[in-house]
Nanobody, 126 residues
Framework: QVQLVESGGGLVQAGGSLRLSCTAS????????MAWFRQAPGKERESLAA??????????YYADSVKGRFTISRDNAKNTVYLQMNSLKPEDTAVYYC?????????????????WGQGTQVTVSS
């Protein structure tokens, strides 16, 4: 069983930056594709990942809404995936969830992910 623990959320002003971390335990981290999903207040979780990364880190995906502002990366030696968020906007306010699936390929649909973290709140004030 894989456990995922997110950290790094918080309150930031528009234009600011945050870095989220997600550390995995209980599995072979390099076997997993990873992604960040988000759920804004009063809305359902977005239907595609905000950002995703394959097992080696050489393939990434970004939703159009975050492209150019967010960067996903991973350190397999530390069992950790990161989401660097720059130029934050109030519409980025959401609970951010880390997810993992056993595959070498990138995945962007939440239904394909087996393991989820508890989420970390990101609030961007205007």
């Amino acid at each position: 069983q894989v456990q995922l623990v997110e950290s790094g959320g918080g309150l930031v002003q528009a234009g600011g930056s945050l870095r989220l971390s997600c550390t995995a335990s209980g599995g072979t981290f390099s076997s997993y594709a990873m992604a960040w999903f988000r759920q804004a207040p009063g809305k359902e979780r977005e239907s595609l990942a905000a950002a995703a990364i394959n097992w080696s880190g050489d393939t990434t995906y970004y939703a159009d809404s975050v492209k150019g502002r967010f960067t996903i990366s991973r350190d397999n030696a530390k069992n950790t995936v990161y989401l660097q968020m720059n130029s934050l906007k109030p519409e980025d306010t959401a609970v951010y969830y880390c997810a993992a699936v056993i595959t070498r390929n990138i995945r962007v649909s939440p239904g394909l992910y087996n393991y989820w973290g508890q989420g970390t709140q990101v609030t961007v004030s205007s």
